[in-house]
Nanobody, 126 residues
Framework: QVQLVESGGGLVQPGGSLRLSCAAS????????IGWFRQAPGREREAVSC????????TYSDSVKGRFTVSRDNARNTVYLQMDSLKPEDTAVYYC???????????????????WGQGTQVTVSS
């Protein structure tokens, strides 16, 4: 069964860090593009990052550039989103997503992705 499962969300104070995990099953994650998205209450789902396949480059949205880092552990078939210097405006449900076509480039809209995890809540508050 093809599946993505996120974990690692929680409550953190401003300036703190969290690491989210996105574990894949039923397929090899490194062969496909991976996107991280987030959705705050009342707002549209927005792209956080995109990583092209086979260890390719990652691009980040301006709002998280320099604070968030994506990494892959191919042995665990898992992608991580390290989030540092968190701000209250980072509060959202975070999702990882992938697609099985054209993995050599990146995609920045939710409609481009066909496989989604269930999401994990991140709350940044004092």
């Amino acid at each position: 069964q093809v599946q993505l499962v996120e974990s690692g969300g929680g409550l953190v104070q401003p300036g703190g860090s969290l690491r989210l995990s996105c574990a894949a099953s039923g397929f090899t994650l490194d062969n496909y593009v991976i996107g991280w998205f987030r959705q705050a209450p009342g707002r549209e789902r927005e792209a956080v990052s995109c990583s092209s396949y086979r260890g390719g480059s990652t691009t980040y949205s301006d709002s998280v550039k320099g604070r968030f880092t994506v990494s892959r552990d191919n042995a665990r078939n898992t992608v991580y989103l390290q989030m540092d210097s968190l701000k209250p405006e980072d509060t959202a449900v975070y999702y990882c997503a992938t697609k099985f076509t054209q993995p050599h480039r990146c995609y920045y809209t939710a409609e481009d992705y066909s496989i989604w995890g269930q999401g994990t809540q991140v709350t940044v508050s004092s």
